[in-house]
């Protein structure tokens, strides 16, 4: 149980900052390489979503493994 709480507060550790740099600067204002007929573009960040996915991915592998691992121990 201690290596779970571990392991959980080091994905967490690691998803919180990179969710922080995951969003762009403000737009330029209209003069700066754009024209005024062209909406501005988003910059959306999709890379955060990603790396979410990708920690609780892991934090299910982990939970599967260790109930199998446990069940194997028992018998």
Known sequence: MKTLKLII???FLTIV???????????????????????????APIGGGLFILMGLGVA??????YNNRKELLEE
Do not use: C, R, V
């Open 9 to 11: 507060t080091g994905i």
């Open 60 to 65: 299910y592998g982990g939970k599967k493994f």
């Open 17 to 43: 900052p990179l969710s922080i740099f995951a969003q762009g600067g403000p737009p330029d204002p209209p003069g700066h390489g754009e024209t005024i007929d062209q909406p501005s573009g988003g910059n």
